[in-house]
């Protein structure tokens, strides 16, 4: 007796990215809009986070919030602190789970994994059962903004430290065909431009700075009135540092295991905390999924 031939599975991996990764959003409504619907959701990152909301069914009223965000509400969700990172995490966290997704990995509408790094052994680990909220908590930890997270007694921290577009996660969930969202293909270069507004760089400033002791916030001033041309914060160099790293992980990666479509919105223009950005974020992202669709829907023929 023959076995009937299994549906070849499209697995959609959404990178890492930080603000840019709204265009996650844009992405994924673009591919519906094509008739495109993945069986497998893969997340680094921002992408994790994206990507939950997706699996859970909660994409819509997930845009809905991202879309009204302002500066102001981004700064309100920062937890300031040192221990471990400048941003504990928490108070973000606890907004999702109220108005969100609270659920087993398990019990989600689609197979969806987060990836997250192991800060002790630099190993990659796929977070593809137990609470959506921790492993998206901890694929998100960047390092030096978010604290790390502890996740059945390991401490882990962002998954774009070794993975930024898990593309080798999908095809080990038996993927037959991956589209990839790579949302910092046009940053280097450019990733110093891409600056957080200074409104927002004094707005953060000013909240975690008057939570510091005198001696240490002398460390870290808003902004340099001497040099005549000013150096970065120390969140810009942060940011440009990650940017630099995940670029070039990216690139060896996708090199020895390229994605059948990769998807590279424009967004060298967002900076690390631009979160109140999102209509541009998700334009790109719709954007750069149509100029894609004709490799899409040759990848959807071939799937029949």
Not at 123 to 133: D, M, T
Not at 214 to 227: E, G, K, Y
Request: hydrophobic share 50%.
């Amino acid at each position: 007796m023959s076995t009937p031939a299994r549906h070849p599975r499209l697995a959609l991996v959404l990178g890492s990215g930080s603000a840019r990764g709204w265009a996650h959003i844009g992405v994924i409504k673009a591919l519906e809009e094509a008739g495109i619907k993945p069986d497998i959701v893969c997340g680094t990152s921002i992408g994790a986070l994206v990507g939950a909301a997706y699996a859970a069914g909660e994409l819509e009223r997930f845009e809905s919030w991202v879309r009204s965000l302002s500066l102001r509400d981004v700064v309100s969700l920062m937890d300031f602190r040192l221990n471990g990172g400048m941003l504990k995490g928490e108070r973000l966290m606890n907004f999702f789970q109220k108005h969100f997704m609270d659920c087993p990995i398990e019990a989600l509408r689609m197979p969806f994994v987060a990836v997250a790094t192991d800060l002790h052994t630099g190993q990659e680990v796929w977070l593809k059962e137990g609470s959506v909220i921790e492993a998206v908590r901890a694929s998100i930890a960047l390092p030096g903004l978010f604290s790390p997270v502890r996740v059945n007694e390991r401490l882990l921290v962002d998954g774009g430290l070794v993975n930024p577009v898990p593309v080798s996660l999908a095809r080990a969930m038996e993927a037959d065909f991956v589209v990839a969202v790579d949302l910092n293909a046009d940053i280097l270069g450019r990733h110093l431009e891409a600056l957080p507004e200074p409104k927002l760089r004094s707005m953060v400033g000013s909240a975690w700075l008057t939570r510091l002791p005198q001696s240490v916030s002398a460390l870290f001033p808003l902004a340099n009135t001497v040099d005549a041309e000013p150096m970065p914060s120390l969140i810009d160099v942060l940011a440009s540092s990650i940017n630099i790293m995940q670029v070039r992980i990216t690139r060896s990666r996708l090199a020895g295991d390229p994605p059948d479509v990769v998807i590279a919105p424009r967004l060298a223009s967002l900076g690390l905390l631009d979160f109140h950005r999102a209509d541009q974020a998700i334009e790109q992202g719709m954007l750069a999924t149509r100029l894609m669709l004709p490799s899409l829907q040759e990848l959807g023929t071939r799937r029949l």
